[in-house]
């Protein structure tokens, strides 16, 4: 298939290119899409064929389900049923914006969507361009991130390309992402609301809201007992191609402990690379060593990982040492996609 790339700016909305993409959408085609998370893979959330495609354009198991993407807080009452007034307080609050609500469902939207669930994740996205193409689409988008399964989230036109160039009718090729982690999924169908994955929206700023609210212990890998409750959290993600390896512990043990597997690394003749934060960026002996940003600077380390991550593929860095990051605010989104990413393997020192 060849598909269509169009340069697209957020501040100077080209009203042309995405009626045709809306066209796309409504007749059954998929359009990759820029959003203030990730890039998007959207196809119309309301057609069982659209979905089916969006799971074979990104190798993905088809019980993964999809977010559904709307463009105005009214459009919820057709995608949910007994809708909690916990919903409603979020949706004033957090939308347009990186949060996800899982619903019960109405019979509207097909199960191929949410991959057999009778529960449907919903979100707002505020960047001018997702808003206005779901508009011209019709109201409903359902859009995972646009890379192949597996793969960091692409945070900039350039990856979506790689990963779905050939394979879906258009590719609208916007500005990076600010926020650069997929939204935060609150599940709000149990009697205490949940956080299923973690993202920009922190579970603080929600209890601000909310009061209680519980976190999926999965989310930061501690548990494993029970299957996480958002299925995609099963599967291997963000990856790099190369081996990740997290070290954590007091900064200098972590210094010294990162330079020793990177010496022994790289006497093996191994493509090398690190992971770190700027104040320690010049501690470190490797092939490639990138920061993240200033500890302090949350936001900036959000928005690096998944680009950075990419950054080792195209270098073909082979083995990856990271230093762990705070868990606290964004911190937990970032440890939790990062552990994902290193398929959990952790050296505490
Ligand atoms: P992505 O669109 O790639 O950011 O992934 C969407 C993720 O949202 C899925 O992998 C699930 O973890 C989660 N999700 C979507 N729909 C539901 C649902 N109905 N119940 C629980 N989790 C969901
Ligand atoms: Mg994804």
């Known amino acids: 298939m060849e598909t269509k790339i169009v340069e697209i700016k957020k501040d100077n909305l080209n009203k042309e290119v995405l009626n045709e993409a809306g ?25 069982p064929e659209s979905a089916r495609k969006i799971y074979e354009a990104k190798g993905r198991p088809s019980d993964n389900p999809l977010i559904v993407h709307i463009c105005e807080t ?18 004033e609050r957090f939308w347009p914006g990186p949060l996800t609500m899982i619903l019960k469902k109405t019979r509207r939207v097909p199960e191929e969507t949410t991959g057999g669930l009778d529960t449907v994740a919903v979100r707002m996205p505020s960047d001018p361009i997702a808003l206005e193409l779901i508009r011209q689409a019709g109201g409903f988008v359902a859009a995972p991130s646009a890379n192949r399964s597996g793969r960091p989230s ?34 709000l ?72 597997l990177a010496a022994e690394s790289l006497s093996q003749g191994k493509k090398t690379g690190i992971i770190c934060a700027e104040e ?10 990138k920061s993240l940003g200033r500890r302090q600077e949350e936001e900036t380390i959000a928005r690096q990982l998944f680009r950075i991550l990419r950054e080792f593929d195209e270098e073909g860095t082979e083995v990856i040492f990271s230093e762990g990051f705070s ?3 964004i911190g937990q989104a970032i440890m939790n996609r990062l552990l994902k990413a290193a398929g959990h393997r952790v050296i505490q020192v």
């Open 74 to 91: 009214q459009a919820l009452e057709a995608l949910a049923e007994d809708i909690p007034e916990p919903a409603r307080l979020l949706a």
């Open 280 to 289: 320690t960026l010049s501690a470190y002996r490797a092939d490639s060593i």
């Open 189 to 260: 169908t149990s009697s205490v609301p949940m956080i299923l994955r973690p993202g920009f929206i922190t579970g603080e700023m929600l209890e601000n809201l909310l009061g209680r609210v519980e976190t999926d212990p999965n989310v930061l890998g501690k548990e494993g007992k029970e299957p996480p409750k958002a299925p995609g959290m099963r599967y291997r993600h963000y990856a790099p191609r190369g081996e990740l390896i997290i070290v954590q512990g007091s900064p200098q043990k972590v210094i010294g402990q990162i330079n020793e």
């Open 154 to 187: 692409p945070t900039c036109a350039k990856y979506v390309i790689e990963d779905m160039n050939g394979r879906i009718e258009m590719i609208l090729a916007g500005e990076d992402s600010t926020i650069g982690l997929e939204s935060t999924i609150i599940d």
């Open 327 to 329: 868990e606290a605010g």
């Open 23 to 47: 066209r796309i959408l409504r007749s059954g085609g998929l359009v990759a899409f820029p959003t203030e998370t990730v890039y998007g893979l959207g196809g119309d959330a309301l057609n």
